[in-house]
């Protein structure tokens, strides 16, 4: 069945990762984009995670994580292979009540991490409701490579038109044929 996509706002909200391989370097890279307060734990940390901290505001701790680490969590991220390890951390996040993603593993997680596209304000997710993670992520790269250019732009006129001009009528049909004739052009 597919899940409803739901857009929230992360910015300073704090999410844990557990593990720092490739798979959590992938959800970071993402996760970095909407200003989370983020921690990694893992004993061992990928070198492209190290540099991501000296750049944005990532807390590095290089150990293995404890149940205390997940207290007060707006999300926790399981990005580790040991199968054992998502299990606990799945049961404790849903005993806390901490929205959880266990990668590669979608019973073991109460929300799917999606294929993102991201330009400006423009952020569209792609899943598959965690059947085919491979599926989203080859239709992302496919619809980033359709948008059209100014899409950055328009979305800033309009929001201009938005908080400048009155409700109603003629503000809405105005946004629509701008939007409309945008399209026309670039299709």
Do not use: W
């Not at 391989?21 to 940390?45: C, S, Y």
């Not at 409701?129 to 359709?146: C, D, E, F, I, Q």
């Amino acid at each position: 069945m597919a899940l409803f996509p739901m857009f929230i706002d992360l910015n300073d909200k704090d999410i844990l990762v557990i593990g720092a391989g490739e798979v959590a370097l992938r959800k970071i890279e993402q996760l970095i984009k909407f200003k989370p307060r983020l921690t990694v734990i893992a004993p061992e940390m990928h070198h492209e995670i190290v540099t991501l901290a000296e750049e944005y505001t990532i807390t590095l701790l290089q150990r293995p994580y404890v149940i205390e680490d997940l207290k007060d969590r707006f999300m926790v991220i399981g990005a580790l292979d040991d199968l054992e390890e998502q299990v606990k951390i799945y049961n404790l996040c849903m005993a806390m009540k901490i929205a959880v993603n266990c990668v590669d593993s979608p019973a073991l997680c109460s929300f799917i991490f999606p294929a993102l596209i991201v330009e400006g304000d423009l952020c569209v997710g792609i899943n598959t409701s965690g059947r085919a993670p491979a599926v989203s992520s080859a239709l992302r790269k496919y619809l980033t490579s359709l948008l059209p250019q100014g899409i950055k732009e328009l979305i800033d006129r309009v929001h201009t038109i938005r908080q400048n001009e009155p409700v109603g009528r003629e503000r809405k049909e105005k946004i629509i044929e701008i939007c409309q004739n945008f399209f026309t052009r670039e299709g």
